[in-house]
């Protein structure tokens, strides 16, 4: 019924989801509800037993236990469902078409990649999303040629396409919590920029005279560093990041380091050296990331629900295939003997160019959309998920990871309602 609603009546869409939702809450309720009469009951019997001497009915207990357990995972796939179509409708809304499965020589249409950048995050989440691009790719991404082509094992692929999903994901909470700290004035400030606040709040003092002048106030900052071109000239540049030569490391589903320090942009005019290269200026919200500790990156880089983290294995499986079968052929091909990450990788070089293990031929722009699609679907996941918790409270929430010892939160790490902070172990955070 949602895929008719979805292809054929899509205004009527989200009235639809938003009704099998309210009927999954309120069965939750109504469960709860008889989960504690049930309880009740059964402490009055347990009671009644040992007063008569008699054994406890741990049988009928343990079969109400397993029926209990069987409806739960009914739910929540019903609820996977749901969050996925609702992903699915954000791109159709962008006139953004998903790739398809992707197998051998991958032929899609071209598409606008304006919708799944300027369309979908904000001048200063772009930024890092270019970075993504440069880190994942390497210097290919920055080629005006596009349609050169490009041989790659679907087990590379699928590292880029999760770990890109991932990156998505860390962004928008990151950047929904730093535009609400840019909002409410409480960012951080860098050294140099209390220094900048405190020359602007003089210089007016000088103007307007020092009794006259409130020292509470001073005029906004510009985030960009003195003598640095503005945001506004810079903003569709390409951003600078650590090029990785190659994606073939990395874990599907790991989390791309969104940390990784800025390229110069350009190097020193011939003859000047020993001079110090010029650099493109930070933007403010990788300063806002930079600015978190151990523990408040972990927290808020990893997949806070059960259904987010399946549904991040359910679209990379879905577009190029069962991630342990493509796993066992790496691991076949490069063995057990490899002694340094350089053989590892030349074998699995090898393995590509003599198709060892399944391969996908598509040009550099084709690899490129597929990432620009993953970050938009971790965008997406986000916020479908933030949703469905805000209004419904029907996620499942994942454990918080282990910290090595002495790793403490910081600043950034208990942000509550910004959209990416909240409480350890909350669905919300």
Request: proline share 6%; aromatic share 4%.
């Amino acid at each position: 019924m949602l895929a008719y609603y979805l292809t054929m009546e899509p205004q009527l869409f989200r009235t639809a989801v938003e009704d099998q939702l309210i009927k999954l809450r309120d069965e939750k309720d109504q469960k709860e509800q008889q989960q504690l009469a049930q309880a009740e009951r059964q402490e009055a019997e347990q009671q009644r037993a040992l007063a008569a001497g008699e054994n406890s009915p741990n049988g009928e207990l343990t079969l109400y236990k397993r029926m209990e357990e069987m409806r739960a995972l009914e739910v929540r796939a019903t609820l996977e469902d749901l969050m996925y179509v609702s992903i699915l409708e954000r791109f159709m809304h962008l006139r953004v078409d998903m790739m398809p499965h992707l197998d051998g020589f991958v032929d899609v249409p071209s598409v606008s990649l304006v919708a799944l950048t300027e369309g979908l995050h904000s001048k200063e989440a772009l930024e890092l999303v270019k970075e993504h691009l440069l880190s994942v790719m390497g210097p290919a991404t920055l080629s005006q040629f596009s349609n050169a082509m490009t041989k790659i094992s679907k087990f590379q692929m699928a590292q880029v396409y999760a770990s890109s999903i991932m990156f998505g994901y860390f962004l928008r909470r990151v950047d929904r919590r730093f535009q609400l700290e840019s909002s409410l004035g409480t960012l951080p400030m860098s050294k140099e920029d209390t220094v900048a606040r405190l020359e602007l709040l003089f210089s007016a003092a000088a103007d307007q005279g020092a009794d006259d002048v409130n020292p509470d106030w001073a005029p906004a900052l510009d985030v960009t560093p003195p003598g640095a071109a503005s945001p506004s000239s810079s903003g569709g540049s390409s951003s600078s990041g650590s090029s990785s030569g190659g994606n073939s490391s990395g874990s599907v589903g790991s989390t791309p380091s969104p940390t990784s320090s800025s390229t110069p942009a350009s190097g020193p005019p011939q003859g000047s050296s020993r001079d110090l290269p010029a650099t493109k200026p930070k933007s403010a919200l990788r300063k806002y990331v930079e600015s978190f500790d151990q523990a408040a990156m972990v927290e808020t880089a990893r997949i806070v629900s059960a259904e987010g983290s399946a549904l991040v294995e359910r679209q990379t499986s879905a577009l190029l295939g069962d991630i342990k079968k493509l796993t066992i052929q790496i691991q076949d091909v490069v063995g057990k003997d490899a002694t340094s990450m350089e053989d590892v990788l030349l074998r699995m070089q090898k393995a590509v160019e003599q198709d060892k293990v399944e391969t996908l031929v598509m040009t550099v722009g084709t690899q490129r959309r597929a990432v620009l699609e993953a970050v938009a679907f971790g965008t997406f996941l986000r916020d479908v998920e933030s949703h469905v918790h805000d209004e419904y409270g029907l996620l499942t929430p994942l454990p918080t990871p282990k910290l090595p010892p002495g790793a403490s939160g910081g600043r950034a790490g208990g942000g509550g309602g910004a959209g990416g902070g909240g409480p350890r172990g909350n669905v919300a955070a």
